[in-house]
């Protein structure tokens, strides 16, 4: 592994949502709702699959609102309801030899709502950890409107 | 086709956001309440008693996921629909059949 790769910091994101623990975990480890926020304003989720168990496979893949289409796919590594979860993220199109992302979500109630801290691993340059930051950006506000109903 | 299975069909979609709303989940295929109030820019009450009209007339139906509420377009409401274009349809066709016919003898007498 070169020396680059261990020197980019994770991305790590906190928000606070007006929902219980329980209701982000379902977000995130239920297909018909993960398909609800992930991707691009405007773009919809044309796939997902989650086998929610420890070493279960995902996979979601995403249609933008100019017609691209991408996809990402990993398993889950640690599934503790509705506390935490940890999954392998690995974009369709990364490069060959590139290693694998980490998602690492915390969920902790405060008060009626939940506390959610994101972070992601793996990155191999500033830019590419700015890019997720900016696409991970108005998901979580798509996720804030999926539970405020 | 009795015309009182389509007309509450036709009366639930003559407004704007609620036509806007079928035709976002028939592009999608199925949306959480709280997704569907953001690309109409709607409060949730707002949202909730469109969802209300729709679900009422049979045009949508709800199913529960974990504590979220997710519709979708009732597919037999998008075929009664349908059967009511195709049925006029076929009267319009029909008529322009005769009137095509009554042209031509028209012309052949005169």
């Known amino acids: ?147 405020a109903a | 086709m009795a015309r009182s299975t389509v007309a509450p069909l036709f009366e639930a979609l003559a407004h704007p956001t609620r036509l806007a709303i079928v035709e976002r989940l028939l592009r999608e295929g199925e949306c959480a309440a709280g997704s569907l109030a953001v690309p109409f820019g709607i409060a949730l009450p707002t949202l909730s008693r469109h969802l209300k009209v729709l679900s009422d007339a049979g045009v949508i139906q709800r199913r529960a996921e974990q504590q979220f509420r997710l519709y979708r377009v009732r597919p037999q409401a998008m075929r009664r629909l349908d059967g009511w274009f195709t049925d006029h349809r076929r009267f319009w066709n029909e008529a322009f059949d005769r009137l095509d016919a009554f042209l031509k003898s028209e012309k052949e007498t005169s």
């Open chain 1, 1 to 147: 592994m070169p020396a680059t790769l261990q020197k980019i910091e994770p991305l790590v994101m906190t928000r606070q949502f007006e929902a219980k623990p329980e209701r982000l975990y379902a977000a995130w480890t239920t297909p018909a709702l993960f398909s609800q926020w992930f991707g691009p304003p405007g773009g919809s989720v044309t796939r997902c699959e989650m086998d929610a168990k420890i070493g279960g496979r995902w996979r979601a893949e995403v249609r933008t609102p100019d017609g691209k289409e991408y996809g990402a796919s990993g398993v889950f590594k640690t599934l503790e309801p509705p506390k935490r979860i940890v999954l392998s993220w690995i974009w369709d199109d990364r490069p060959d030899g590139a290693p694998d992302m980490e998602i690492a979500i915390t969920l902790a109630a405060r008060g009626e709502g939940t506390e959610m801290t994101f972070r992601q691993t793996g990155f191999r340059s500033e830019e590419q950890r700015g890019r997720h930051t900016q696409g991970w950006t108005p998901a979580f506000e798509k996720l804030a409107a999926l539970l």
